[in-house]
Nanobody
Framework: QVQLVESGGGLVQAGGSLRLSCAAS????????MGWYRQAPGKQRELVAD???????NYADSVKGRFTISRDNAKNTMYLQMNSLKPEDTAVYYC??????????WGQGTQVTVSS
């Protein structure tokens, strides 16, 4: 089992920045890929960015150039640096991890609200 706990969400004005963290515990040695997803009210959960165990990254077009995903395997922590935030970035942000053998784990989510 893997447990994921997000932190760092909050209220910020448009153009501002936030840094989300996702701390993993439990069987962390089994974790392969990790990612950040978000879900706005009335919308489906969508991929924001993901990162492999070798730190290869992938971003949604809507956040490219503004968000940066990273991970510190020694600390079992993943980050999402969010700059130039827009009101449309408002959502609950979820941490995701995939393990070997294949299982998917989710955090409880952290709210990000961007005011205009």
């Amino acid at each position: 089992q893997v447990q994921l706990v997000e932190s760092g969400g909050g209220l910020v004005q448009a153009g501002g920045s936030l840094r989300l963290s996702c701390a993993a515990s439990g069987n962390t040695g089994s974790i392969n890929n990790m990612g950040w997803y978000r879900q706005a009210p009335g919308k489906q959960r969508e991929l924001v960015a993901d990162i492999t165990s070798r730190s290869n990254t992938n971003y949604a077009d809507s956040v490219k150039g503004r968000f940066t995903i990273s991970r510190d395997n020694a600390k079992n922590t993943m980050y999402l640096q969010m700059n130039s935030l827009k009101p449309e970035d408002t959502a609950v942000y979820y941490c995701n991890a995939m393990s070997v053998p294949f299982r998917i784990f989710w955090g409880q989510g952290t709210q990000v609200t961007v005011s205009s």
